[in-house]
């Protein structure tokens, strides 16, 4: 996966040449990206002409209730707007005339699978704007060379898990979803296993399928047997074999012991720990007759230090270590290798913490930010490569500092 920055630096430099090309007063770049924290209602790349006022940083605008972008949404092909001076069918965001002074614009979907995952914006500012064929053509050249950026720029062949089969549990969203594209930049045909945001687990298949790998999304709870027995045959079913499993799939709550009900724990301990225990046990089933396999477990930091209101997860967490040590000494001398992974706090965006507390925790890291998903997926990588071949029953703690075991 390409450093969210050089991503970023790239993608400017794509819709410079687009602004040159068009003489437009500004072009940019909206897309979700939730591996990344990117979200479409925020500018990602931009290239502006002297003088206009940029759009980063304004997020005020909920962007895919515009009329414009749900045209986007249904046709998936530019939408050619000449004139903005009056009323409009499909209207833009009113800020966009009212607030910067567009009047006339371009916009160009960039879609994975059949969803609209963002799209660029083309606007000029000096009244009406006859936009021409080569103007198009700039457009749709643009969207191309975008979508290749997403892909990961232009593909290298092997990879460092080139012909692996992996399966991410809770692989559609944060951090699984980063560790799952990670692995098929790497050459790894992918599985996951979603319980919730069916949307995001179809445009993780089409984004896998775009990097020219094979992919496959299948609806299970972990905490079910019957479930986990069907996702891993599924699994074996489609690709012939398995060869990694990360156990990803968790939950979080904040929650004072006082409050929580014994439901609430057992749901916490079933997810984690049963999950866990359900998933690997299915995998060593399948991988012990071949004696060859990693499975990677994702613990957290919260297993060593704990936080109030966290005793419940902290507790789930720490468990996962103690698994990870007892299932790699059994599974060993199978060739199977059992890692963990204890990240530091993710900013995935489906933590229940605030904006402020996630600002003041991240002023006492000594890298002083939060860490994304793409910060630890090269973890998960090693792990599962040769690379990682020696390492066993091991833990790596992607913490920026916070903690040092």
């Known amino acids: 996966m390409r450093p969210t920055a050089e991503l970023q630096g790239r993608l400017d430099a794509i819709l410079a040449a687009l602004r040159d090309a068009t003489g437009a007063a500004r072009v940019t770049f909206r897309v979700d990206l939730p591996e990344r924290g990117i979200d479409c209602n925020d500018v990602v790349a931009e290239a502006i002409a002297p003088g206009v006022a940029s759009l980063r940083g304004q997020t005020a605008i909920d962007q895919r209730a515009a009329g414009s972008i749900r045209w986007l949404d249904t046709n998936k092909r530019p939408l050619v707007q000449g004139d903005l001076s009056g009323p409009v069918d499909p209207a833009p965001p009113p800020e966009l005339m009212s607030a910067f002074g567009v009047t006339a614009q371009m916009l160009g979907p960039v879609v994975r699978g059949d969803m609209l995952t963002g799209w660029i914006s083309v606007h000029y500012e000096r009244g009406p704007r006859p936009w021409s064929e080569a103007d198009v053509k700039a457009l749709e050249t643009t969207i191309e060379h975008v979508q290749r950026e997403l892909d990961g720029g232009n593909p290298t062949p092997g990879g460092r898990l080139a012909g692996k089969i992996a399966l991410v549990t809770g692989g559609n969203t944060g951090i699984g979803r980063g560790v799952a594209l990670a692995y098929a930049?790497?050459?790894?045909?992918?599985?996951?296993?979603?319980?919730?945001?069916?949307?995001?687990a179809r445009?993780?298949?089409?984004?896998?399928?775009?990097?020219?790998?094979?992919?496959?999304?299948?609806?299970?709870?972990?905490?079910?047997?019957?479930?986990?027995?069907?996702?891993?045959?599924?699994?074996?079913?489609?690709?012939?074999?398995?060869?990694v499993l990360v156990n990803n799939a968790g939950i979080q709550r904040a929650q004072p012991i006082t409050e929580m009900t014994v439901d609430d724990w057992e749901r916490m301990m079933a997810v984690h720990l049963r999950g866990a225990f359900l998933c690997?046990?299915?995998a060593a089933r399948v991988m012990i007759p071949r004696r060859s396999g990693r499975i990677i477990i994702l613990s957290s930091q919260?297993?060593?230090?704990g936080r109030p209101n966290y005793t419940a997860y902290s507790a789930a967490k720490g468990g996962l270590l103690t698994f990870t040590r007892a299932l790699a000494q059994e599974l060993a001398p199978h060739g199977i290798l059992v890692n963990s992974v204890s990240p530091g706090l993710i900013d995935t965006g489906f933590d229940p913490l605030s904006a402020e507390t996630k600002r003041t925790h991240a002023a006492a890291l000594p890298l002083k930010r939060l860490g994304m998903p793409e910060d630890l997926v090269g973890a998960?990588?090693?792990?599962?490569?040769?690379?990682?071949?020696?390492?066993?029953?091991?833990?790596?703690?992607?913490?920026?500092?916070?903690?040092?075991?």
């Open 380 to 405: 998960f990588v090693f792990l599962a490569s040769d690379e990682g071949r020696y390492f066993c029953g091991q833990t790596l703690h992607p913490n920026g500092g916070e903690i040092m075991p």
């Open 302 to 305: 919260l297993a060593y230090i």
């Open 203 to 243: 445009s993780l298949v089409a984004e896998v399928e775009r990097r020219g790998r094979r992919a496959l999304a299948v609806r299970c709870d972990v905490t079910r047997e019957a479930d986990v027995q069907g996702l891993v045959q599924g699994v074996v079913e489609r690709f012939g074999r398995l060869d």
């Open 185 to 200: 930049d790497e050459g790894a045909d992918v599985a996951i296993a979603w319980i919730a945001r069916e949307p995001e």
């Open 280 to 282: 690997s046990r299915e």
